[in-house]
């Protein structure tokens, strides 16, 4: 099956500018989801699809794609973007799913 | 609005069985595919399971794939998750999250989850 491959741990200053990235196979075909988790809360969706954010999802979130790395940028970074960050997308295979290991932001 | 809510967790030992319900509300239940996805202590986030929208389709992870099976009941508006032989590798939080598919687009998205139930797997 994928895989999808995150930084650990990344720290911004606040209201400084913080670039996430998420490489796999997978996401030569599909498109990458973005996941914004604070201790203790289900997983909240924050960009999905070519840059599309739901509602009430901040416009400082933004998503892109380059080949098998997508990235999600967070333009001035607040205090309360503190979280653990995941991407995910459709498995090569087509029918599986599959979640990047993750990313701790830490703001500064 | 929607609402995703799972119950069914505890304390179960070694070898064996339990069941997990995702009781779903504010939708269309039956229209939409439905995905178990759970979180271990401290760890990130792995997908487990996905159904249909009508229950005709279901894959698993290699990790649970013989031992748990996924069901619906789209008269009930409740997802389910049976596990046997449950192994201590299991504990985690279990989360069911409702699927956008674009197939077209080729785009998929997780746009609702439950608050997760606690599955503590010990002897």
């Known amino acids: 099956s994928s895989e999808l491959t995150q930084d650990p741990v990344v720290s911004v200053a606040l209201r400084q500018t913080v670039r996430i990235t998420c490489q796999g196979d997978?996401?030569?075909?599909?498109?990458a989801s973005w996941y914004q988790q604070k201790p203790g809360q289900a997983p909240l969706l924050v960009i999905y699809g070519n840059n599309n954010r739901p509602s009430g999802i901040p416009d400082r979130f933004s998503g892109s794609i380059s080949g098998d790395t997508a990235s999600l940028t967070i333009t001035g970074a607040q205090a309360e973007d503190e979280a653990d960050y995941y991407c995910?997308?459709?498995?090569?295979?087509?029918?599986?799913?599959?979640f990047g290991s993750g990313t701790k932001v830490t703001v500064l | 609005q929607v609402q995703l809510v799972e119950s069914g967790g505890g304390v179960v030992q070694p070898g064996r069985s339990l069941r997990l319900s995702c009781a779903a509300s504010g939708f269309t239940f039956s229209s939409y595919a439905i995905h178990w996805v759970r979180q271990a202590p401290g760890k990130g986030l792995e997908w487990v399971a996905i159904?249909?929208?009508?229950?005709?389709?279901?894959y698993y992870a290699g990790s649970v794939k013989g031992r748990f099976t996924i069901s619906r009941d789209n008269s009930k508006n409740t997802l389910y998750l049976q596990m046997n032989s449950l192994r201590t590798e299991d504990t985690a939080v279990y989360y069911c999250?409702?699927?956008?598919?674009?197939?077209?687009?080729?785009?998929?998205?997780?746009?609702?989850w439950g608050q997760g139930t606690l599955v503590t797997v010990s002897s």
């Open positions: 997978s996401l030569r075909g599909y498109y």
């Open positions: 159904i249909s929208y009508d229950g005709s389709n279901k």
């Open positions: 995910s997308s459709r498995d090569s295979s087509g029918n599986h799913f599959v």
């Open positions: 999250a409702r699927v956008i598919a674009n197939t077209a687009m080729a785009i998929y998205y997780f746009d609702y």
